[in-house]
């Protein structure tokens, strides 16, 4: 690890969230961040253009907020971090132009950070991970099991094939007219709600691999709520969470339960296929909805291992993630040079170090 006089800046920009953060032996000295939500609720999803110049703007001045809130110097700064993807390519290449300027003008080694990894080690942050370990990454745009057995070693056991499961909270949430981001408000609603277990199919069960495919989930929503318009808020009256319908909540607490059941299902198939594992880290912006951590928890608690999960805000895109894979990374002594590439979603992020 760093010398407690140099710190590890983590830079992260994949999606829509501007985010930085000072790491120096596993612990987090700073962190700022600033979220574009507002600004894309208005057009019900991510605007790419606009997230990449929003990072651009925000960067400077988030950096020099950090900066006095850590009391640090630029000199200070002995690894520069950086989301190199998976993510938009804008936004991407925003933070990654950012760090090469900053670690050129700092003399600092640059490492460029798996978005993924970095979710993954976030419970990291909170507590000293066990391994090898059973990794279910769950996000907006990803649904992936891991082997990992070290901090810098993992195998991908199981993938997504089509959405995500993030990615069905946020269309099904546009379908029931719920604000953006519309995932937190499905649990919020759900847990208001009665789960009818046969309202919705748990998708993508009926094979023994361990990949995800929640499309078909998402379809079936949206054909009962075609069957079933009256359910749904006023247009204009969707901020009102607290009048929603008991018919609404119950649709969100039955969906609820298809995806985290869903996710039980593979987790314990995967648990299963690795016999030797000694934990279960779950990681990503879904792993904050409070039915898929209860799930998980009673996974882990079957098969008397500990599970490992970030607090709600290390959930989300943060910075801190992607400063403290970094340091883990500069500590096995892995690094980049100024060509690091950005890598869209879709490509696989290489393991390039040097």
């Known amino acids: 690890m760093l010398s407690a006089a140099r710190l590890c800046l983590g830079v992260e920009t994949s999606c ?7 790491v120096t032996g596993g612990r987090v000295v700073a962190e700022v961040l ?6 894309h609720a208005l057009f019900g999803g991510v605007v790419p253009e606009i997230a990449s110049r ?20 630029v000199k200070d700064i002995g690894v520069v971090a950086v989301a190199r993807g998976p993510g938009l390519l804008g936004s991407l290449l925003a933070g990654l132009s950012f760090a090469k300027g900053l670690a050129l003008g ?17 419970a990291g942050l909170d507590q000293r991970l066990e391994f090898p370990a059973l990794g279910l990454l769950v996000s907006g745009g990803h649904t992936h099991l891991y082997r990992l057995d070290g901090p810098v070693t993992l195998r991908i056991l199981g993938r997504t094939l089509d959405d995500a499961a993030g990615e069905a909270f946020d269309k099904v949430a ?30 993508y069960l009926d094979n023994q691999n361990l990949d995800f495919s929640f499309s078909g989930l998402k379809t079936a929503v949206g054909s009962y709520v075609a069957a079933h318009p009256e359910l749904l808020p006023p247009f204009g009256a969707a901020q009102d969470l607290a009048r929603a319908g008991a018919r609404l909540s119950d649709v969100c607490a039955s969906f609820n339960f298809c995806v985290a059941d869903t996710l039980r299902v593979k987790t314990e198939r995967a648990l299963k296929r690795e016999p030797d594992v000694r934990a279960l880290i779950v990681a990503g912006g879904v792993a904050a909805n409070r039915m898929v951590r209860e799930v998980m928890a009673g996974c882990a608690a079957r098969r008397s ?5 970030p607090g709600p805000t290390y959930c989300t895109d943060n910075g801190a993630m992607i400063a403290f894979a970094g340091e883990v990374l500069f500590a096995a002594g892995l690094s980049h040079g100024l060509d690091l590439d950005a890598i869209p979603r ?8 040097r």
Request: proline share 8%.
């Open 106 to 122: 700092c003399g600092a080694t640059l490492v460029g950070v798996d978005h993924l990894h970095g979710h993954l080690l976030a």
């Open 346 to 353: 879709g490509r696989k992020v290489p393991w390039d170090y």
């Open 174 to 203: 546009r379908m029931l007219r719920l604000p953006y981001p519309g995932g937190m408000h499905i649990d919020s609603l759900a847990g208001q709600g009665a789960i009818n277990r046969k309202l919705f199919p748990r998708p």
């Open 34 to 39: 600033a979220t574009q939500s507002d600004l």
């Open 305 to 309: 291992i500990p599970l490992f999960l």
């Open 16 to 22: 829509d969230e501007t985010a930085l953060a000072l």
């Open 54 to 73: 929003e990072h651009y703007r925000m960067l400077g001045p988030l950096f020099d907020q950090l900066l006095r809130d850590a009391g640090a110097r």
